[in-house]
T-cell receptor, first 114, second 115 residues
Framework: GDSVTQMEGPVTLSEEAFLTINCTYTATGYPSLFWYVQYPGEGLQLLLK?????DKGSNKGFEATYRKETTSFHLEKGSVQVSDSAVYFC?????????????FGTGTRLLVSP | EAGVAQSPRYKIIEKRQSVAFWCNPI?????LYWYQQILGQGPKLLIQ????????DSQLPKDRFSAERLKGVDSTLKIQPAKLEDSAVYLC?????????????FGQGTRLTVV
């Protein structure tokens, strides 16, 4: 079945460091790929998405590129801030579910210190 | 635009008691989801509605969990009787009808503690 695998956390960085959170997926066909973020005490919110191979999603300085050949969608940011501390979830929706069922990874906690 | 509303935010019950959660999705969203998020894990889909019909409830423990979406708008998720392992955050989400890149919008969740 469809699945998402994320690197385990926590990821601990100093402010202004470079961030990479790895995500790989297994799915039938060409899924849509998402990164959701969950700040402390809040619900999940969409950070960025990509719907076809080689698409790059970007938002708030975060980027991720849909790599079909490596089935990956790694999240990157050039310079993290303390306010980026949160849990990040990689997710997919697959064409065999009409793109209506989100499958999530286990989440990666990011801790950024001043 | 108002977001997805959930209540209550927190609930503590004893095992074998019953509990109900309520969700009001974004106006006009045909699809409504209930997810269970156990501490340290990603959200797991419990049930998905399209309008007032069930699309997927394959991971809903039907011996104790039930859900309904009356009139295709609000939804209620019930657990009866609760077990210790039901302690989790219950997330409601809604979206428009599915197509490539359809985004789901999430409520703040209900944190359930079963003691």
């Amino acid at each position: 079945g469809d699945s998402v695998t994320q690197m385990e956390g926590p990821v601990t960085l100093s402010e202004e460091a470079f961030l990479t959170i790895n995500c790989t997926y297994t799915a039938t066909g060409y899924p849509s790929l998402f990164w959701y973020v969950q700040y402390p005490g809040e619900g999940l919110q969409l950070l960025l998405k990509a719907t076809k191979a080689d698409d790059k999603g970007s938002n708030k300085g975060f980027e991720a590129t849909y790599r079909k050949e490596t089935t990956s969608f790694h999240l990157e940011k050039g310079s993290v801030q303390v306010s980026d501390s949160a849990v990040y979830f990689c997710a997919l929706s697959a064409p065999n579910t009409g793109f209506q069922k989100l499958v999530f990874g286990t989440g990666t906690r990011l801790l950024v210190s001043p | 635009e108002a977001g997805v509303a959930q209540s209550p935010r927190y609930k503590i019950i004893e095992k074998r008691q019953s509990v109900a959660f309520w969700c009001n999705p974004i106006s006009g969203h045909a699809t409504l989801y209930w997810y269970q998020q156990i501490l340290g894990q990603g959200p797991k889909l419990l049930i998905q509605f399209q309008n007032n019909g069930v699309v997927d409830d394959s991971q809903l423990p039907k011996d104790r969990f039930s859900a309904e979406r009356l009139k295709g708008v609000d939804s209620t998720l019930k657990i009866q009787p609760a077990k210790l392992e039901d302690s989790a955050v219950y997330l409601c989400a809604s979206s428009t009808l599915g197509h490539q890149g359809t985004e789901a919008f999430f409520g703040q969740g209900t944190r359930l503690t079963v003691v």
